[in-house]
């Protein structure tokens, strides 16, 4: 199965790339990153565990999150028919910087999702999954999952703080440097 988190900046994602190989035991592995999904000009990497790939994806900005759910969606429509190549789970991450931030994203992400013609049965909220489906180029129904993090989840602030906080919270080692 193929995920992909998108977030803002490089700072972002080396933060998760970090805690997800040191949190959460996924591996970094030279021999999946072919064809991998980027914005021209940003960084993507893939991780896997299990079966799975992760793919995260450095938008370059949280004005230009929605161009990385576009490359996201257009690599679901044009997936082979054997759908190899979909992404099952799609997060976005940023930055609750001000008071109207989530609700501009949710705002932007439903027009692009529009745009693709995904259907879905829930209202997008905030460390929700929703559940979608699309038809891709041959007509064939795609279904994923959509998650929007605007982090932290209560007040202003940054992902980098969130992400720090939670690192430091699985290693007494990280911790120790975070402090």
Partial sequence: MNNIIICEGSTD??????YMREALDWN????????????PG??????????????????????????????????????PPDLSEMYSKIIIVTDRDEHDTENDFIQSIQCKLDHFNVSYAK??????????EMKNQLGIPEKFDI?????????????ETFLLDAISNENPY???IIQ
């Fill in 13 to 18: 994602y080396y933060l998760l790339q970090y």
């Fill in 28 to 39: 970094d592995d030279k021999q999946i990153q072919s064809n991998i999904l980027k914005i």
């Fill in 42 to 79: 940003q960084k993507s990497r893939n991780l896997i565990k299990d079966s799975n790939i992760l793919t995260i994806m450095s938008a370059g900005g949280c004005s230009r999150l929605t161009e990385g759910l576009n490359e996201t969606l257009t690599r679901n429509y044009l997936t």
């Fill in 123 to 132: 209202t997008l909220t905030n460390n929700n999954w929703i559940s979608c």
């Fill in 147 to 159: 998650l929007l993090l605007v982090i932290p989840f209560e007040e202003n602030g940054a992902m």
């Fill in 174 to 176: 990280d911790k120790k």
